[in-house]
């Protein structure tokens, strides 16, 4: 287990400068030149050279790619050509307010994702089973920033039980746990948690009602095992990859929920990342790809290592 | 004393999209410690039986009528805490596929050590004795430490024997093996074979050992039915069915085994195929494939004439023979 943890970890080098090269060249190969955004109309070529040599932006891609790398690992993203403020600072606080919107509808999608898959497995055939399955086919289908502006329409806008947009009440300066916070997360969590229930669900029935009609489950009923021990066999079977696909998702709702964000106009990374595009922000938009993107890596390496610790058949190979 | 096993005209039916006669009016009975073998083709319901006798088969799709009785205990009459009770306990099971048959994320030392547990309500570190002590008849070496393997990691005759060894953990009186060697390399069967032939008489228990293969049955069983389309058509001693088959279809089988034939020479397979059982027979479900069918055998249901002391064949041939005589 410990040399498999090792051997994992390490592989996660490779895949980050991987990632750090992509995030690099994405960004500088998109057309445009993001001096255009700052700069006065009528500024002069030697002005505008000026600025660029001040960005590092006349020197070759390589360099560049180094200088940025170099800056990296002193936790320095740039400065926001924008607003002018360092860029990590920018992402970590837009980062943070994505965070908890992606954990609020994490703890509304997994466990109901979760429920209803397994019930839906389970009872396979059933009425049960083919509500559970509309539900979740409803739920990936449905287009979710349209979700959100119904929910916004409905309880915001006639019935005005809940704020429509922002995340929190006017003149809040960052997120405090009290009411006056919680309602402005109520509705774009659960419009977040629409699509992640059906994926789980849908993925969580199949996995199910396969395990149950597999061998071993006979073989325990003829060992004399109760319909609940049997039941504690197969959830430990389809746990693992109940997880990954968790683990997937919970990816997807960090980087995922640009159209909610501003949909709710929700000041997280989503909504920055909209941002650094239409003002061609390059070393904002470098910088919060960047970290959505490690996020993502890291999502994957926690999933896989705790697959390992719950499924014994991963370790051997 | 009570017969370890007897089913009486026992009928069992798949309803679902089409209809299947799985099993077909059949009787058989099973003393004490016997090793008998259930010979036929796929499709003639041998697991079906096994199934049925463990009441494995999924309720809602399964109509089952006839009389089982395991230790004059009728089995269908049980029902929770009971039918678990009996399950694995009167009687426990041998699967084909060890590797699917046992559960891949649980240790092997855990799955014994758990059925333990149900019948026997021990604590958890008798139950883990008795799983050792398993591990040790079914002659696993280190046992110990393959009590912490998880099923992958064995070899597959290394898992018939995990697998044995849970069936004969809480000591039944009668163990089914459902084709346990099928899945395994030649030399890896004969051990399994000869295995089970030695606990079966360290235990005393009775075995029903389903197989498709004659070599298999010859090597291990006392006793031999051979099953068609959902019936006994033969029954008898091993030496007897083996010896002086009157069933045409045994007689098949047996011409049509490797035994005694010259290289080059072609072997006597049984032509055509079995039926498809989508209705109940009411005729001689072989007389399709049959040398000797006569007219009345596509008409009736042939008789079952004993012809000796346990010893039986479903055949108006052999109700010819009897009456010559």
């Known amino acids: ?317 | 004393m009570t017969a370890l096993l007897e089913f009486d005209r026992l009928n069992v039916t798949f309803k679902g999209e089409r209809t299947v006669y799985a099993i077909n009016d059949l009787s058989l009975k099973l003393e004490q410690g016997e090793m008998l073998v259930l010979l036929g083709e796929s499709g003639s319901g041998k697991s079906v039986t096994l199934k049925t006798l463990l009441r494995l088969l999924p309720p809602a799709r399964t109509q089952i009528s006839g009389g089982i009785k395991v230790n004059g205990t009728d089995i269908m009459t049980l029902s929770g805490r009971s039918l678990q009770d009996y399950r694995g306990g009167d009687v426990s099971m041998v699967f084909q596929e060890p590797a699917l048959a046992l559960d891949p994320v649980y240790r092997i030392g855990d799955q014994i050590s758990e059925a333990v547990r149900r019948k026997k309500r021990v604590s958890r570190e008798e139950a883990r004795n008795v799983a050792l002590d398993m591990l040790r008849r079914v002659r696993i070496p280190s046992p110990e430490r393959r009590m912490m393997n998880f099923p992958h990691e064995l070899s597959g005759g290394m898992r018939q024997r995990v697998m044995i060894a849970l069936a004969l953990a809480c000591r039944p009186r009668l163990l089914l093996a459902d084709e346990p060697t099928t899945a395994l390399d030649a030399t890896v069967q004969i051990q399994i074979l000869l295995l089970l032939r030695e606990l079966q008489k360290e235990f005393g228990m009775g075995v029903i050992f389903v197989t498709h293969d004659i070599g298999v049955a010859v090597e291990i069983s006392d006793r031999i039915a051979v099953m068609y389309a959902g019936q006994i058509i033969e029954e008898g001693s091993t030496h007897e069915v083996i010896n002086d088959a009157h069933h045409p279809y045994t007689r098949g089988l047996l011409a049509a085994n490797l035994h005694d034939v010259e290289r080059g020479e072609r072997l006597e397979a049984i032509p055509g195929v079995p039926p498809s059982l989508e209705e109940k027979p009411k005729a001689c479900s072989f007389a399709p494939r049959c040398p000797n069918a006569m007219p009345e055998c596509r008409d009736k249901l042939p008789p079952v004439i004993e012809i000796g002391a346990r010893r039986r064949v479903a055949c108006f041939l052999a109700q010819q023979a009897v009456a010559a005589e």
């Not at chain 1, 497995?121 to 979710?144: C, E, H, M, Q």
């Open chain 1, 1 to 317: 287990m410990f040399a498999y943890v090792i051997r994992r970890l390490l592989l996660v080098l490779p895949v980050a400068f991987g990632v750090s090269i992509i995030c690099f060249l994405l960004v500088h190969i998109a057309p445009g030149d993001p001096l255009t955004a700052i700069m006065a109309v009528d500024a002069t070529a030697e002005e505008q050279a000026a600025m660029r040599a001040a960005y590092g932006l006349d020197r070759p891609l390589p360099v560049q790619f180094l200088f940025w790398l170099g800056n990296l690992f002193q936790g320095d993203l740039g400065n926001s050509i924008a607003t002018g403020r360092p860029v990590a600072g920018e992402v970590w606080r837009a980062v943070q307010n994505s965070l908890l919107l992606a954990v609020t509808a994490s703890l509304i999608a997994f466990p109901i994702g979760l429920l209803l898959g397994f019930l839906a497995g389970y009872f396979r055939d059933s009425w049960l089973d083919k509500l559970v399955t509309s539900i979740a086919i409803a739920g990936v289908s449905v287009p979710n920033y349209w979700l959100g502006m119904v929910l916004v329409i409905i309880f915001a806008v006639k019935l005005a039980w809940l704020p429509a947009m922002g995340a929190g009440p006017a003149g809040s300066d960052g997120w405090t746990f009290d009411w006056l916070h919680i309602r402005h997360l109520i509705l774009p969590a659960i419009t977040l948690a629409v699509v992640p229930i059906g994926i789980v669900a849908r993925t969580v029935r199949a996995l199910v009602g396969d395990i149950f009609h597999m061998d071993f489950v006979m073989a325990l009923y003829a060992k004399g095992m109760s319909n609940f021990d049997v039941l504690i066999h197969v959830i430990r079977n389809a746990a693992a990859t109940a997880l990954s696909v968790i683990g997937l998702q919970m990816g997807a709702l960090l980087g995922g929920s640009i159209l909610i964000e501003t949909v709710f106009n929700w000041p997280g990374s989503g909504m920055l990342l909209s941002n650094a595009i239409f003002q061609r922000d390059l070393p904002l938009l470098q910088g919060t790809i960047l970290v959505l993107a490690m996020f993502f890596v890291t999502a994957n390496l926690v999933v896989d290592i705790l697959q390992a610790a719950i499924d014994p058949r991963i370790k051997r190979s």
